[in-house]
């Protein structure tokens, strides 16, 4: 129902077709059918109804985090077997959004949320430069392991303490890059009552890893970084109680969308399994 009178539309359709130069309707014989510049003109109205209906389904898709783009950081050696599952899991429930993954090291990652280069992240947690731009929630916590060569003596071990790496050569995370990680290890030494040898150090874990495996000393990595594990390298649980750390999501309050909240709902439901 357009609830106006017969002469209105016709007027209408008249202003119409004055406004456009050709007669929309052949009104010959009591009879009203569409001409031919008619026909074409009814046709491209709809179409254009429709991506009108279209603009407005998608609009309020976007507001229900339905549809958009969503780019993800996350540091190798802090995402285990889960962090496959759960981008996979988004995809499959959010097929309109378009996600992005960039492996960042977690100061990186922090810098990159701020400037709106990536949308949340999975890093350790919030430096205090970063805490207050920075919004972050606990998502794991991650035991941390000895890295040894499987020549290594303890290698055959399942568990070590830190005493027993007191003379060992240390590669460490490069602080600049992961202190968190840095500063744990620091730590657990310290508790041990010694203070670590730095053999070297790497920007990220999987070159970590590679100074391991070419016989430059012992790390202390996270277990999600046995992902990144070499054939001549095996990881090996510590028993400390305090051997363990953080994962967390985050994200700039400055730069939330709809669809980072459904992400951000989904990896909820994750940490609650």
Same mark, same amino acid.
């Given at each position: 129902?357009?609830? #106006?009178?017969?002469?209105?539309?016709?007027?209408?359709?008249?202003?119409?077709?004055?406004?456009?130069?050709?007669?929309?309707?052949?009104?010959?014989?009591?009879? =009203?059918?569409?001409?031919?510049?008619?026909?074409?003109?009814?046709?491209?109205?709809?179409?254009?109804?429709?991506?009108?209906?279209?603009?407005?389904?998608?609009?309020?898709?976007?507001?229900?985090?339905?549809?958009?783009?969503?780019? =993800?950081?996350? +540091?190798?050696?802090?995402?285990?077997?889960?962090?496959?599952?759960?981008?996979?899991?988004?995809?499959?429930?959010?097929?309109?959004?378009?996600?992005?993954?960039?492996?960042?090291?977690?100061?990186?990652?922090?810098?990159?949320?701020?400037?709106?280069?990536?949308?949340?992240?999975?890093?350790?947690?919030?430096?205090?430069?970063?805490?207050?731009?920075?919004?972050?929630?606990?998502?794991?916590?991650?035991?941390? +392991?000895?890295?040894?060569?499987?020549?290594?003596?303890?290698?055959?071990?399942?568990?070590?303490?830190?005493?027993?790496?007191?003379?060992?050569?240390?590669?460490?995370?490069?602080?600049?890059?992961?202190?968190?990680?840095?500063?744990?290890?620091?730590?657990?030494?310290?508790?041990?009552?010694?203070?670590?040898?730095?053999?070297?150090?790497?920007?990220?874990?999987?070159?970590?890893?590679?100074?391991?495996?070419?016989?430059?000393?012992?790390?202390?990595?996270?277990?999600?970084?046995?992902?990144?594990?070499?054939?001549?390298?095996?990881?090996?649980?510590? #028993?400390?109680?305090?051997?363990?750390?953080?994962?967390?999501?985050?994200?700039?309050?400055?730069?939330?969308?709809?669809?980072?909240?459904?992400?951000?709902?989904?990896?909820?439901?994750?940490?609650?399994?």
């Amino acid at each position: 129902m357009l609830h #106006v009178s017969q002469s209105a539309i016709s007027e209408q359709v008249r202003d119409l077709e004055e406004e456009i130069g050709v007669p929309l309707f052949n009104r010959q014989n009591r009879r =009203i059918r569409l001409t031919s510049h008619g026909e074409l003109f009814l046709e491209d109205a709809r179409s254009i109804l429709a991506a009108a209906d279209k603009a407005i389904a998608n609009v309020q898709r976007s507001l229900n985090g339905e549809i958009g783009t969503l780019t =993800i950081g996350f +540091c190798i050696g802090g995402t285990g077997a889960f962090f496959p599952s759960l981008i996979k899991d988004f995809r499959n429930r959010f097929k309109d959004v378009q996600v992005s993954l960039v492996e960042m090291a977690p100061v990186m990652q922090q810098q990159a949320l701020q400037t709106g280069k990536i949308d949340i992240g999975f890093t350790r947690p919030m430096q205090p430069n970063h805490s207050m731009a920075l919004r972050s929630e606990h998502f794991r916590t991650e035991r941390l +392991c000895a890295v040894l060569h499987q020549s290594h003596r303890l290698a055959r071990r399942h568990k070590i303490s830190m005493l027993e790496l007191a003379e060992e050569r240390f590669i460490l995370n490069d602080r600049n890059y992961s202190p968190a990680v840095f500063d744990k290890v620091i730590s657990l030494c310290a508790e041990a009552g010694f203070s670590p040898r730095i053999n070297a150090t790497a920007t990220v874990s999987p070159g970590v890893v590679a100074l391991v495996e070419a016989g430059e000393g012992i790390a202390i990595l996270p277990e999600g970084a046995q992902a990144i594990s070499r054939e001549e390298v095996v990881f090996v649980p510590l #028993v400390e109680h305090s051997a363990s750390i953080d994962l967390v999501i985050a994200w700039a309050p400055l730069h939330e969308t709809p669809v980072l909240h459904s992400f951000l709902k989904l990896a909820r439901l994750r940490t609650r399994k």
